[in-house]
């Protein structure tokens, strides 16, 4: 089947929607759509942001004032929400009963085109220009009308809860899944097909069942210091490097103990004297959403407590090389007063 030459994308599925033009090549909102006949009733409602997780931004469509996204702040239609590298957002659309949440996954582009209600309905469609999202729709007093759209595949869901989809920007590969309760429709911009996606199912641009990729799809453990985060870093030092079979109390041991005050006035002193000396990264950025693989390595600090330090000397410290995030040095700073 032929592809068709407009980029104009339609969502028709369950949580925030409207009309929405996206450009498949580089994955920027266009111009919107021609404006759709709105019933008298309607009324607009906002998407509530219920968790922040790294650097996620939003700005109104066709802008470039981008601000970050914090608890609690609301978003009307036509807001563009753009997350950068191990970074997401959760949002909760309408206040009803018709319970709807929305989590848009790192370096993701999406577009609230449309949320309103009417006397019997609430109407949600999302754009996707690249990226994963995933939502959920718990059904109360309206009817839901939820769609995601992307510029290759619509989903549009029905009764549904944990569906998402997922776009790979300039290439026709996308992932509609549904991997709890419900049924979801999956149509392909590309080849005109539709199908209709069961729990724990998957389709993709193949528009191939969930079985027949399974064979395919097998989590592989990596250790990943950048990624990880710091209860994480903690865990994997104390079971991955010996601590745990070489340390007493059966394994158990102190890394570093900031109890005394005289303890967190040297640790202060430590952390004052490098923080000054780890540079920030600077130039420009290649991507909106920020560099593939660096994760949250710029904003580490590295600190060195070696075998003469007081905090080694009292017992409060191991000798060795300690790596904390730049934001976790600096809260700790600011509240002990030390800053």
């Known amino acids: 089947m032929a592809r068709s030459c407009s980029l104009t994308l339609v969502l028709l599925a369950l949580v925030i929607g409207g009309g929405w033009a996206v450009d498949a090549v580089v994955g920027q909102p266009a111009a919107a759509a021609e404006p759709e006949t709105q019933p ?40 563009v929400i753009l997350t950068g590298v191990r970074s997401s957002i959760q949002l909760q659309v309408g206040d009803d009963d018709t319970y709807t949440a929305v989590v848009i996954e790192p370096v993701s582009r999406t577009i609230i085109s449309e949320a309103c209600r009417t006397a019997d309905t609430k109407r949600v ?35 549904t809860w944990n569906f998402g989809l997922f776009y ?22 590309l080849t005109g097909q539709q199908r209709t996606v069961l729990p724990r199912e998957v389709v993709t641009q193949a528009m191939r069942r969930w ?18 985060s710091d209860i994480a ?17 059966g394994g158990q041991a102190v890394l570093l103990d900031l109890s005394s005050s005289g303890a967190q006035t040297q640790f202060a002193d430590l952390v004052r004297n490098r923080l000054p000396m780890t540079p920030l990264p600077t130039g420009p950025r290649v991507r909106p959403e920020g560099y593939f693989g660096t994760g949250r ?20 410290a191991r000798p060795g090389s300690y790596t904390f995030r730049r934001s976790a040095l600096e809260n700790w700073l600011q509240q002990h007063g030390r800053k």
């Not at 509530?48 to 996204?69: I, M, N, T, Y």
């Not at 870093?233 to 109390?249: C, I, K, W």
């Open 233 to 249: 870093v903690a865990f994997n030092t104390l079971d991955q490097s010996g601590l745990r079979v070489l340390g007493p109390e």
């Open 211 to 228: 079985a027949d990729e399974a064979q395919f799809r097998i989590n592989v453990p990596m250790t990943d210091i950048l990624g990880q």
């Open 40 to 79: 008298a009733d309607r009324t607009p409602i906002t998407a509530r942001v219920l968790e922040v997780r790294g650097d996620v931004k939003h700005a109104p469509l066709e802008s470039d004032d981008w601000q970050p996204c914090q608890v609690d702040e609301e978003y009307p239609e036509q807001t």
């Open 168 to 189: 790979e920007r300039s290439t026709d590969r996308f992932e509609i899944f549904l991997l709890d309760q419900g049924l979801v429709d999956a149509f392909s911009k």
């Open 297 to 316: 390595g710029d904003e580490l600090v590295p600190l060195i407590i070696d075998a003469n330090s007081p905090l080694a000397q009292k017992g409060l």
């Open 125 to 159: 469609r999302i754009g996707v220009g690249y990226g994963r999202m995933r939502a959920g729709v718990a059904e109360g007093g309206l009817k839901s009308d939820f769609t995601v759209d992307s510029p290759v595949a619509t989903l549009s869901k029905r009764g």
